[in-house]
């Protein structure tokens, strides 16, 4: 990276002290993690930004959604900065308020929705976590997707009880409404729960009642909303095969952000913390071939020399959106903080906070 934007970026910091705290994900360029206090996942790092109430600015190099989720759990007087406000995430964006709010009443008129507990992965607006707060879910993410599935079905079979006392309710008991991102809650649901794909239906934001017919949510168990991430949705099967041809021996390891096939034929699946503990884990000398982020991959190719770790798909590209976060932009961030302008403020409106904290809180709790 430049000198010159490296020799800023370190004195604008040190001007700001304990003033500043910078957080970066896991999917952050080189140039930007170098200045990180904290790395992680989305969800380490919503917690490391509730863990630092003395910081008055928390600068959060990741999307916006991550943004949201530190200042809904950080205290009212801090200030949580995004250095781009373009770094979107374009999973978050397939699930927006209204669409939600359409899919509640059409499992509403299907009969369905007293049964019915959602699920939202971390990767969402902060209004799809207030809805699922409001409606008495949870939020999960890569890492805990498991218990928040099974304590999301304990929950469905309690409102399936009730319904049916009321006379209403009671058919296709226990679901479970998973927002926004199809493949973790197919994974999720498949592999860890054992519930077939046959009962997972696709709701399509896009067609009239989700392209879906009552008889179909009546016989679900899991209803996966039509999303996806840009990124892990590139790996194929043929990125799976291609690369065990490729590379004689390889262990392939994928997010389970991929798509089920992809992650049917993978050895291991985890999430992004989950990767980085099996490389640091594995033996000196083995192959691996890994399904996620690429600045990820090269950070962990250049973290284990003793290991070979390769892309799974080199015609898969970084995350255009975590890339926005740049050097030149965390450079104006901190240069502005340092002449006592405050740009990028992220900030959740308190209603929507309220019950989005509630489903955060849920999160938090899982046992
Ligand atoms: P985690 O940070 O929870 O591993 O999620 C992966 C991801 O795609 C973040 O945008
Ligand atoms: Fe969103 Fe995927 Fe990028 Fe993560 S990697 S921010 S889920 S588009």
Known sequence: ????????????????????????????????????????????LARDAADRPDAEFIVFCGVHFMAESADILTSADQRVILPDLAAGCSMADMATAEQVAECWDVLTDAGVADTVVPVAYMNSSADIKAFTGRHGGTICTSSNAERALTWAFEQTAGAARSASDKGGGGRGAGKVLFLPDQHLGRNTAVRDLGISPDECVVYNPHKPHGGLTAEQLRDAKMILW????????????????????????????????????????????????YIIRALDAAEPGSTWAIGTELNLVRRLAKAHPDKEVVFLDRTVCF??????????????????????????VITVDPETEKFAKLALDQMLALP
């Open 1 to 44: 990276s430049d000198p010159d934007l490296v020799a800023r970026a370190r004195a604008a910091k040190a001007a700001l002290g304990d003033r500043v705290f910078i957080l970066g994900h896991h999917y952050q360029r080189d140039e930007v993690i170098e200045f990180a206090d904290v790395t992680g996942d989305s969800f380490k």
């Open 226 to 273: 039509r999303g996806h991430c840009s990124v892990h949705g590139r790996f194929s099967l043929d990125s799976v095969n291609e690369v065990r041809e490729r590379v004689p021996g390889v262990t392939v390891l994928v997010h389970p952000e991929c798509k089920h096939e992809v992650v049917e034929a993978a050895d291991l699946v985890g999430s992004t913390e």
């Open 319 to 344: 995350c255009s959106t975590m890339n926005r976060i740049d050097l030149p932009h965390l450079v104006w961030t901190l240069e502005s903080l340092v002449e006592g302008r405050v740009p990028n």
